[in-house]
């Protein structure tokens, strides 16, 4: 995974908008994003790492999902957009990309910025509920992914506005993760 500061530059969201000024993951992890690397071909299969964390962390439930132009057909567009629009969940978000790759952007608090983060196959994350991100496939247009969950999936996107900036899974990730220091210049 890279992470770097989004750029803010108009344009294709699936191109990289890499401002050039890289984060470290203790930056991530002071937002409350956490990471790990498990290579898809790692000895003894990615299966018993990912189980492991699943267990430890209580996911009781999973499924795989792809997301790509031949998946999501003629509503390519709509779909990618909408994962593209700014909102929360109530419930942490957990993917492992077996395939293909693609961008999570989070907000930076209390900076406000874009942490744009790419994961490829092999790559897993792990969003705070409360937290504001977004979604989108890079260049490659495929991603193929495991999705994890501590009950039955909690789908229901919270749009940034007044009302979610007072949902409790906001307020509470708020207080769990006041500030994170920017740690700039390092690269994940």
Known sequence: MRAYYFDNVPGNQRLPHDS???????????????YWRIPVDAPGGWEAKIDAIAEERRYSSRDVVVASRESFGEAFEEKTTMFFNEHIHEDEEIR???????????????????????????????????????????????????????????????????ETDKNPYRVEYLKAFPAATPQVGVRA
């Open 20 to 34: 050039g000024r890289g984060v470290a993951l203790e930056t991530l992890a002071a937002l409350g994003v956490l």
């Open 96 to 162: 492992y990309l077996l395939e293909g790759s693609g961008f999570f952007d989070v907000r930076e608090h209390p900076t406000d910025s874009w942490i744009r983060c790419h994961l490829e196959a092999g790559d897993m994350i792990i969003l705070p509920a409360g937290i504001y991100h977004r979604f989108s496939l890079d260049e490659r247009e495929r991603a193929r992914t495991l999705r994890l969950f501590k009950d039955e999936p909690k789908w229901t996107a919270h749009y940034r506005g007044p």
